[in-house]
Nanobody, 115 residues
Framework: QVQLVESGGGLVQPGGSLRLSCAAS????????MGWYRQAPGKQRELVAS???????NYADSVQGRFTISRGNAKNTVYLQMNSLKPEDTAVYYCNARLGAFGFWGQGTQVTVSS
């Protein structure tokens, strides 16, 4: 029912910034909880940032103060602003939209932080 496409990943030097975008195939109401996850080689997929249906946001300790999740005004796009990037941020980043028991994933976008 919902297709998600991430974009904005790439290669960036330590200390740099990237803005990831997640475009939905349809407008998503605020009832959807949105999240960004990442998975690095040899590690479990982890929640990086989330925006709940009540408007609250949550961040992993490792990205607190550096990453920001936000919704576009049209509510068909979700962003992840990433600042002060570190090599340990290197991972495939996935967008997720969830409504009750239904969850949807994007294809993922690679973020590599390296000099």
């Amino acid at each position: 029912q919902v297709q998600l496409v991430e974009s904005g990943g790439g290669l960036v030097q330590p200390g740099g910034s990237l803005r990831l975008s997640c475009a939905a195939s349809r407008r998503l109401s605020s009832d959807y909880a949105m999240g960004w996850y990442r998975q690095a080689p040899g590690k479990q997929r982890e929640l990086v940032a989330s925006a709940s249906s009540d408007g609250s946001t949550n961040y992993a300790d490792s990205v607190q103060g550096r990453f920001t999740i936000s919704r576009g005004n049209a509510k068909n796009t979700v962003y992840l602003q990433m600042n002060s990037l570190k090599p340990e941020d290197t991972a495939v980043y996935y967008c997720n939209a969830r409504l009750g028991a239904f969850g949807f994933w994007g294809q993922g976008t690679q973020v590599t932080v390296s000099s």
